[in-house]
């Protein structure tokens, strides 16, 4: 099939929306689709022209203000509905859609095509994060209108699909997303990093290296890093942070016995994420979280907050713990019991290893075409009638 693809973000920027969607790409690419996307120019304002066999049509865009790196696109309506109209596809992905995704799915619609509209940014939630509280209510508005518009939403986890359906969005549906157990994978430990980050343990934890708490994600206000400064104290520990983001020399200086090891990806993010002893994850705004899935599959047990996707990820006192949102001394406490108890905390990797086997990106993105198989009959059969 022609398969459109609207992507809010795209490369050379990498997150959990670009991530999800070369993963996609990807699949398609096997099996010989024919697809464009369309997202905002880089940094530079220009990016890869083709992508796992994929067209990718930049429009010009601008550097969000307090945020350099995320950019958002311009084009008004009718330039996407002419970009839509030449490429004529049989269906139409909106990836995270917000701004450009708003402008997309108009454009689609007006054409006749079909729109499968993929919720993964609780973007409203971030308002009162970055000092705008006020505008979280037009956020959410803006959300409602893309998902009643397209034809189905696609949400990642059953918090993000009962938030939408409280919210009047009926026609939605689970998607969750993939893990590569080849890469993120226990045998990756690497014993000589952990030595040479960590230093030798002294007390509490006994023998070898101080126990690692690694933490992976956007340095950015949503994230809420911040709050792993109740661990920092925690003796025979070191707490890793990996990942950039415009918080970074303000968490540096918050958290100065921290190990930041900036962004990683490929092999080395493996090897970094298969070395922690435990992983940790303070953010209250994440619909999945794949890191926690990373984590898991690297044999690492996980602590995080009990909010958004990770209560569908994580089984408490089975693979990892569940804390209140906000109750950083249960932050504290459940990390506390899981580093100090070496059996209990190997029981739990053994457990969150087995939890993620099988999700991978191939049956993830296979579930996805199903998707777009039936928007685009359920179209044709309006159009017969």
């Not at 893309?146 to 359906?165: C, G, K, M, V």
């Not at 939605?172 to 230093?199: C, I, M, S």
């Not at 953010?283 to 979280?289: M, P």
Request: proline share 6%.
């Amino acid at each position: 099939m022609r398969i459109a693809i609207v992507a809010e973000s795209f490369l050379p920027q990498m997150n959990g929306v670009v991530h999800s969607v070369l993963r996609v790409l990807e699949h398609l690419q096997e099996r010989g689709d024919e697809v464009l996307v369309i997202a905002p120019a880089g940094d530079s304002g220009i990016g890869p022209e083709y992508v796992s066999g994929a067209l990718v049509h930049r429009l010009p865009s601008m550097p969000m203000v307090g945020y350099s790196k995320v950019r958002v696109a311009f084009g008004a309506v009718p330039k996407v509905r002419r970009i839509l109209k030449r490429f004529a596809p049989d269906v139409v992905h909106l990836a995270s859609p917000f701004e450009l995704g708003w402008r997309a799915v108009r454009a689609a619609h007006s054409l006749g095509i079909p729109t499968v509209a993929i919720y993964q940014t609780e973007v409203p939630s971030y308002a009162a994060r970055y000092g705008v509280p006020f505008l979280e209510n037009w956020a959410w508005e803006r959300v409602e209108r893309i998902h009643l518009l397209a034809d189905r939403t696609l949400a990642p986890s059953t918090f993000a699909l009962n938030q939408l359906r409280g919210r009047g969005i009926f026609d939605v549906e689970l998607w969750r997303r993939g893990v590569d157990t080849q890469r993120f994978n226990p045998a990756k430990r690497d014993d000589a990093w952990r030595a040479a980050v960590a230093g030798p343990a002294e007390g509490a934890a006994g023998g070898g290296t101080r126990r690692i708490i690694g933490y992976v994600g956007r340095l950015a206000a949503e994230k809420q890093v911040e709050d792993l400064r109740v661990l920092a104290d925690l003796p025979d520990t070191q707490l890793v942070i990996v990942g950039d983001g415009p918080l970074r020399p303000t968490l540096e200086a918050q958290l100065p016995t921290a190990h930041f090891a900036g962004f990683q990806g490929g092999e080395d993010l493996a090897r970094m994420v298969a070395s922690f002893d435990l992983f940790v994850h303070p953010g209250e705004f994440e619909t999945f979280c794949q890191t926690i899935q990373e984590a898991m599959a690297s044999g690492v047990p996980v602590v995080a907050t009990g909010r958004g996707g990770p209560l569908d990820l994580v089984e408490n006192s089975k693979t990892g713990w569940l804390y209140t949102p906000g109750r950083l001394d249960e932050l504290r406490s459940y990390v506390q019991d899981l580093i100090g108890d070496d059996a209990k905390r190997a029981a739990f990797a053994e457990a969150a290893l087995r939890s993620v086997q099988g999700r991978t990106w191939s049956s993830i993105s296979a579930q996805l075409v199903r998707h777009y198989d039936e928007v685009i009959a359920a179209r044709a059969s309006l159009a017969v009638r």
